[in-house]
């Protein structure tokens, strides 16, 4: 293999670390106070301890996992291990609660930019032609709230992989923006946008989260899916995802994101481009 085509290819170090840069950029901080967060670390700690007996887990053992962490930052792939396996337990405890009836969430993962350039109610994903050499997929639908009343003015964000598993921002060679705008409803709360059919997500298998997976002979696939964030002033704002009945990894995801309700069944038109209706309702702001 030469050097140009090592790369080409969007590296578990490249995507890693531009996920972690992209995550130091934002404001974290929480207000939990000292008894809070005793309780938490103490339940954390004693599952450790409980965990460490029942399996026995040995020196040889300890180290690979110190030598594992210590790799797991060294890539920048914090935001990513932990948005595949813990982020989707966050999003339940958070979202799903009772009382609300609003469109399901589910998780961010680490590949939400904001402030993705606005678009008309109607409109085209920013795409290269390469992309449009894909599947086009029709995505159209109102945004309401929980009577079915539009809202108009909201905005519908969306940012998806492209066919081979792609996201921009976070691997070399891609303009941009593509494949992400913030979709603005027309006066009855429509959109509809065209873009192309995703394909499966595979986490990279050359660095410590692929590690980890390998590890224990688990698969690094996500399925096909569509990122969205949908938000109107007075109302919750809504964090999910949409996949594709059928499709490959749907019923097994490795991130655990998929919920029954959020999985759409296009169809083909005339022109063989997939066609799907898909609403969001918004429950209003408590
Ligand atoms: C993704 O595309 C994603 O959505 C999540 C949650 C984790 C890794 C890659
Ligand atoms: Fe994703």
Redesign the pocket.
Known sequence: MTDQTVHEDPSAHASGNAATDKFKGESVKADTTPERARAIYQDVFKAIGEITHKHQITYDEYRVLKNWMIQVGEYGEWP?WL??FV?HEIEKVNYDRKGYTGTKGS?????YVEDAPKLPWKCEMPMRDKDKAATPLIFKGQVTDVDGNGLSGATVELWH?DEE?Y?SQFAPGIPEWNLRGTIVTNENGEYEIKTLQPAP?Q?PTDGPTGWFILSHDGHPW?PA?L?LRVKHPGYREITT?LYFEGGEWTEND??T?VKPELVLDPKKNDEGQNVVEYGFKLDKED
């Open positions: 990513l948005d595949v982020e998780i961010e993962g680490p590949y992989a598993g996201y997500y986490i996500r899916h990122h995802q490795v991130a994101a």
